[in-house]
């Protein structure tokens, strides 16, 4: 087991409407898809850049996961999302190795992914999000 690819990174902006309008601009090409993920707290916004994906975070309350990032750290790189083909092995893995996980089990996350995550400290200060495509 091994992380696959970088699947997208993870960027907590304040205010979706207008950052999707910047990163318009920037990339040269519209979001292709806005979604919430009430239990998170979060709407999000994705871009494709090439190979890529982009993932905007806009709180929609201000004491989840994003709205508590924001007003410790203001807007900017939140996470880095790997692709893994078995979330589960791979968290059981990484326990393994010591990494502490945030979340026992995958939960579901958006663009039709089940997540998990793993603590900053365990990872050189850097929000690491597994990621698994949910099957159709």
């Known amino acids: 087991m091994q992380l696959e690819k970088i699947e997208h990174i993870g960027i907590a902006v304040k205010d979706l409407e207008k950052s999707?309008?910047?990163?318009?601009?920037?990339?040269?090409?519209?979001?292709?898809?806005?979604e919430e993920v009430a239990s998170e707290g979060v709407k999000t916004s994705f871009f494709k850049v090439g190979p890529n994906k982009i993932e905007l975070l806009e709180p929609?309350?201000?004491?989840?996961p994003i709205g508590k990032f924001l007003a410790k750290k203001g807007e900017g790189i939140h996470h880095i999302a790997f692709?893994?083909?078995?979330?589960?092995a791979?968290?059981?893995?990484?326990?393994?190795?010591?990494?502490?996980v945030l979340n026992e089990e995958p939960?579901?996350?958006?663009?039709?992914?089940?997540?998990?995550?793993?603590?900053?400290?365990?990872?050189?200060?850097?929000?690491?999000?597994?990621?698994?495509e949910v099957p159709d």
Do not use: M, S, W
Not at 20 to 34: C, D, I, M, P, Q
Not at 110 to 128: C, E, Q, R, S
């Open 20 to 34: 999707n309008e910047l990163f318009e601009k920037l990339f040269g090409t519209r979001h292709y898809k806005v």
């Open 90 to 100: 791979e968290i059981t893995r990484l326990k393994e190795e010591g990494f502490i």
């Open 60 to 64: 929609t309350k201000d004491d989840g």
């Open 107 to 132: 939960k579901k996350g958006a663009d039709n992914k089940l997540v998990a995550f793993l603590h900053p400290k365990t990872a050189n200060g850097v929000l690491i999000e597994l990621c698994q």
């Open 83 to 88: 692709a893994v083909e078995d979330i589960t």
